[in-house]
């Protein structure tokens, strides 16, 4: 196969059956569940490890922009493009974004779309597949892979396989074309699946070309064409990302990809896969793919068990003791934990819901909340005080900016930081402070080639983050 593999990857989901270790403003994806690496990472290791492959095009939802930039540096992948949604519109019009993006070039772009979010075993057989899948799209397919099933899994669409699409270059795989979607079925059907053979896993990755792709997505959805288009055309640039039309993408209607197009069009097709294939939608697959112990018990950090069998315990910050339990999953982090029987991961979203109807924002952020200069971190609070720990990135600064109902006291532990307040400089170095009045101009700095580290004291009426108005800002933020 001569053609150059397109690498689009999927990054807008929230991961919301893993709560609450993944939450909004730091979803699933971004999180080193499997390995050290983040899933992010491996799906951009996995794609651009193929051959003749190009650099990836990644859409992302914008809130999430530098820290997706922030791990493709970390492992020296340099995207071809990253765009940012504004608002959620689904997977068909996020892939029409990446395909807009490819014809403008070379309509025949080769796409292979991938979650950010999944997990795979065996590399060679995944390129085989993709190998596979490549050739039936230079034959105008739109191809899927079907995950061979091993058990009747009730969380996943099945595929029902028809005939077999003879290749121009034949591969040790045979594509199929597609007979039959079917959703999430019962226990009883999916093993009626399992035991009459032909049916496999629906899993959410793709291959097919930018122009075959847009041709079916305008004969069945019109609308989603449409408005993909404008948004595209009407983009911006924006600080290395690409940001469609707002207006035009909010306007877009949101469906996903099976829906908008698989399901629909005559060109259909699906490989067999047999990759070590898991989409991680919950914490009972995580325990399912993970390496256990004698007692089918999967753990990760300070951890002590007794008399616990077939259980997964995760702990960010504590000692975590479990003891005469069977299929719990318990997970700690710094402001929220986690007990429930394995079979009641669906019930998640109860406890998510919970956080949003009662103004919380555990569902939301960590205490840890990365910006792109850096992080903070909450220590205390209480009336008209909050104590936090601020790490700035060598070389870089936090907006210039001002507060109306705040006075802030900062004190360094390590680094060096440049402070700027009403246009007068000054450097303070460890154990050097300086207080900044409420309603004064000032920035925060680091010039030094270490990470700073400093105590920040604020007091006042009202110390929300909202209470900051903007002057200047090296990340294109607004107040």
């Excluded at 999430?184 to 035991?195: H, I, N, Q, S, V």
């Excluded at 616990?308 to 719990?328: A, F, H, M, Q």
């Excluded at 009045?437 to 909202?466: A, C, F, M």
Aim: glycine content about 6%; some cysteine; hydrophobic content about 40%.
């Amino acid at each position: 196969m001569q053609t150059y593999i397109h690498p689009v990857i999927l990054s807008g989901g929230s991961g919301t059956r893993l709560w609450p270790l993944s939450r909004a403003a730091y979803p699933k994806q971004l999180l080193s569940l499997v390995d050290k690496e983040t899933m992010l990472q491996a799906t951009l290791a996995r794609a651009t490890s193929l051959p003749r492959t190009q650099a990836p095009i990644l859409v992302c939802n914008s809130e999430h922009r530098f820290l997706i930039r922030e791990q493709c540096e970390a492992i020296d992948i340099t995207p071809a493009a990253i765009y940012l949604e504004s608002v959620g519109r689904n997977t068909a019009p996020a892939i029409a974004l990446a395909a807009f993006h490819l014809a403008q070039t070379d309509e025949n772009a080769m796409m292979l779309v991938l979650p950010a979010d999944h997990v795979i075993d065996d590399q060679a057989a995944f390129a085989e597949a993709v190998k596979t899948a490549a050739h039936a799209a230079q034959q105008d397919y739109l191809v899927t892979f079907g995950v061979v099933p091993h058990a009747p899994e009730t969380g996943y669409g099945y595929i029902k396989a028809g005939e077999a699409i003879p290749l121009a270059t034949p591969t040790s795989l045979i594509p199929c074309r597609v007979q039959s979607f079917y959703e999430k079925p019962d226990r009883d059907t999916a093993e009626a699946y399992l035991k009459e053979g032909g049916y496999s896993w629906n899993s959410g990755m793709f291959v097919f070309t930018a122009k075959r792709y847009l041709q079916e997505l305008r004969r069945h959805r019109p609308d989603i064409f449409a408005a993909v288009q404008k948004a595209w055309q009407e983009r911006t640039a924006d600080i290395g990302f690409i940001r469609p039309c707002e207006s035009a993408f909010f306007a877009c209607p949101s469906d996903s990809i099976d829906y908008a197009v698989m399901q629909n069009t005559e060109q259909a097709a699906v490989v067999p896969a047999q990759f070590g294939w898991s989409d991680v939608g919950s914490w009972d697959s995580l325990w399912g793919i993970a390496p256990k112990d004698k007692n089918g018990n999967v753990t990760s950090g300070d951890v002590y068990l007794a008399d616990t069998k077939n259980s997964y315990i995760r702990t960010e910050n504590r000692l975590v003791s479990v003891i005469g339990l069977e299929d719990v999953v318990v997970i700690e982090t710094a402001d929220a934990v986690l007990v429930m029987h394995k079979s009641k991961a669906q019930l998640i979203k109860n406890a998510v819901q919970h956080c949003k109807t009662n103004d919380r924002k555990e569902h939301l952020e960590h205490p840890r909340v990365h910006r792109p200069w850096g992080w903070y971190e909450g220590i205390d609070q209480g009336e008209r005080f909050q104590v936090k720990r601020i790490m700035v990135k060598p070389g870089e600064k936090l907006s210039l900016q001002m507060h109306h109902h705040r006075a802030e006291h900062w004190i360094v532990v390590s680094g060096t930081a440049k402070v700027t307040v009403d246009g007068k400089e000054i450097l303070l170095t460890e154990n050097q402070s300086t207080y900044i009045s409420l309603g004064h101009v000032h920035r925060l700095e680091n010039p030094g080639k270490i990470p700073l580290h400093l105590i920040e004291v604020q007091s006042g009426s009202y110390l929300g983050e909202d209470d900051i108005v903007r002057f200047e800002d090296n990340y294109g933020r607004t107040s």
